[in-house]
């Protein structure tokens, strides 16, 4: 019998900390609901499931920029119906003022209801707005939804230009609001007669109605005798242009989009050069210290005309255009909302089966867990007991020494 080491009660003292530790961890599983409380409790599967639990919540943001994506093009769809709406209207009194039916006054209020109408197709497209942004004027390109968990999972929409002016049936400039010309450079050397170098440069102003975008008229010396003229727009396509004369005053550019005439002026005197290098090529100098290059547009539409039978049946045409374009645009919207409803779907199917992926990692199995915590008590209880009984072991010696 020894009392220095109870070896009894180390035994019991070492196997209940063992049970309490046990105790501890599932009683924090069953209090969070949690298998995996901190990393020490599963290292690999913490690392699984916080990736995971990224992606769920990005699809649970996915759907929600999907959904306001659809409310976007639903607040678009309601601005083209009733423009739509109008267009179909506007196209009843054309058919109406196209028969001889009608007196001048009759017609003359038909275009009163038409005019009005012009007007509000024209408010319609330039104040529908989601969120601050305007939808129907044109300015909404290329547009990109994060509709996906993932860098990369995009829709991208663009909505067309839907105002009276791209439509045709209100007041618009068919033309080109240009900014009066600036000699850019004053002389320009060219090396030799086929070579070609930029004379002249005038940048537009944006047109406030049809909303083109800035122009860029060019004046380019060919040869000794001749020019080209260009109108370029901002993406940098040529939508007009002519070769004239060098002693020309004038060149006339028609845009084959819009049909609006432009006419520029090249005032201004032009004199010409010629030079021999060494090199044996020819070189003409081009001077010229005007600086009064006009551009001037000539086609100016006021508005859709039903004044006359003539003017009445050619609006049906434009009308039919314009009912064509909208639908068009309807059409995309609708094709953009059906498939963001499905990328919704797919969305939540993919949210549910990671958070059921997820919640094998990370959940406690309630049941296990109140089995483990039953066990773990009873262990306690019966640790402690027998820690009491080995501690008692030693007073034993007490009786040799009777």
Same mark, same amino acid.
């Given at each position: 019998? #020894?009392?220095?080491?109870?070896?009894?009660?180390?035994?019991?003292?070492?196997? @209940?900390?063992?049970?309490?530790?046990?105790?501890?961890?599932?009683?924090?599983?069953?209090?969070?609901?949690?298998? #995996?409380?901190?990393?020490?409790?599963?290292?690999?599967?913490?690392? #699984?499931?916080?990736?995971?639990?990224?992606?769920?919540?990005?699809?649970?943001?996915?759907?929600?920029?999907?959904?306001?994506?659809?409310? @976007?093009?639903?607040?678009?769809?309601?601005?083209?119906?009733?423009?739509?709406?109008?267009?179909?209207?506007?196209?009843?009194?054309?058919?109406?003022?196209?028969?001889?039916?009608?007196?001048?006054?009759?017609?003359?209020?038909?275009?009163?209801?038409?005019?009005?109408?012009?007007?509000?197709?024209?408010?319609? +497209?330039?104040?529908?707005?989601?969120?601050?942004?305007?939808?129907?004027?044109?300015?909404?390109?290329?547009?990109?939804?994060?509709?996906?968990?993932?860098?990369?999972?995009?829709?991208?929409?663009?909505?067309?230009?839907?105002?009276?002016?791209?439509?045709?049936?209100?007041?618009?400039?068919?033309?080109?609001?240009?900014?009066? +010309?600036?000699?850019?450079?004053?002389?320009?050397?060219?090396?030799?007669?086929?070579?070609?170098?930029?004379?002249?440069?005038?940048?537009?102003?944006?047109?406030?109605?049809?909303?083109?975008?800035?122009?860029?008229?060019?004046?380019?010396?060919?040869?000794?005798?001749?020019?080209?003229?260009? @109108?370029?727009?901002?993406?940098?396509?040529?939508?007009?242009?002519?070769?004239?004369?060098?002693?020309?005053?004038?060149?006339?550019?028609?845009?084959?989009?819009?049909?609006?005439?432009?006419?520029?002026?090249?005032?201004?005197?032009?004199?010409?050069?010629?030079?021999?290098?060494?090199?044996?090529?020819?070189?003409?100098?081009?001077?010229?210290?005007?600086?009064?290059?006009?551009?001037?547009?000539?086609?100016?539409?006021?508005?859709?005309?039903?004044?006359?039978?003539?003017?009445?049946?050619?609006?049906?045409?434009?009308?039919?255009?314009? #009912?064509?374009?909208?639908?068009?645009?309807?059409?995309?919207?609708?094709?953009?909302?059906?498939?963001?409803?499905?990328?919704?779907?797919?969305?939540?199917?993919?949210?549910?089966?990671?958070?059921?992926?997820?919640?094998?990692?990370?959940?406690?199995?309630?049941?296990?867990?109140?089995?483990?915590?039953?066990?773990?008590?009873?262990?306690?209880?019966?640790?402690?007991?027998?820690?009491?009984?080995?501690?008692?072991?030693?007073? +034993?010696?007490?009786?040799?020494?009777?």
């Amino acid at each position: 019998m #020894i009392i220095n080491d109870n070896l009894m009660s180390l035994f019991a003292a070492q196997n @209940l900390q063992n049970t309490q530790n046990d105790l501890q961890k599932v009683l924090q599983q069953l209090s969070s609901g949690l298998r #995996i409380n901190s990393a020490a409790d599963d290292a690999a599967g913490l690392a #699984i499931a916080q990736k995971m639990d990224a992606q769920v919540s990005g699809l649970d943001q996915a759907k929600r920029n999907a959904q306001d994506a659809i409310s @976007l093009i639903q607040t678009a769809g309601g601005g083209l119906s009733e423009i739509q709406a109008m267009l179909q209207r506007m196209r009843e009194l054309a058919v109406q003022a196209a028969s001889d039916t009608m007196t001048a006054s009759d017609r003359q209020q038909l275009q009163n209801e038409v005019d009005q109408l012009a007007q509000e197709i024209q408010q319609i +497209a330039t104040t529908t707005q989601f969120n601050t942004q305007k939808l129907l004027d044109g300015s909404y390109q290329s547009k990109v939804f994060q509709v996906g968990a993932n860098a990369g999972e995009t829709l991208t929409l663009s909505i067309g230009q839907m105002t009276a002016g791209t439509l045709k049936v209100g007041g618009y400039d068919n033309g080109w609001n240009l900014s009066a +010309a600036t000699v850019s450079p004053t002389s320009a050397v060219l090396g030799g007669a086929s070579t070609a170098a930029t004379f002249a440069v005038v940048t537009a102003t944006t047109d406030s109605l049809v909303g083109n975008g800035a122009y860029t008229l060019t004046v380019t010396s060919i040869s000794a005798t001749s020019y080209s003229v260009a @109108l370029v727009d901002s993406s940098g396509a040529t939508v007009a242009s002519a070769t004239v004369a060098g002693t020309d005053t004038s060149a006339t550019l028609t845009d084959a989009n819009t049909n609006s005439v432009l006419t520029v002026t090249l005032g201004g005197s032009d004199t010409f050069s010629s030079v021999t290098t060494t090199e044996a090529t020819t070189s003409v100098t081009i001077s010229d210290a005007s600086v009064n290059f006009v551009a001037s547009d000539t086609t100016v539409q006021a508005g859709l005309d039903i004044t006359s039978a003539a003017a009445a049946s050619a609006a049906i045409s434009t009308l039919d255009n314009a #009912i064509q374009q909208v639908s068009a645009q309807q059409a995309v919207l609708g094709a953009y909302q059906n498939r963001l409803q499905h990328v919704i779907n797919v969305n939540a199917i993919s949210y549910e089966n990671l958070t059921s992926a997820k919640a094998q990692i990370m959940d406690v199995d309630m049941a296990t867990a109140m089995a483990q915590f039953t066990r773990d008590q009873i262990l306690q209880q019966a640790g402690i007991a027998a820690l009491a009984q080995a501690n008692q072991v030693p007073a +034993a010696v007490l009786k040799l020494l009777g």
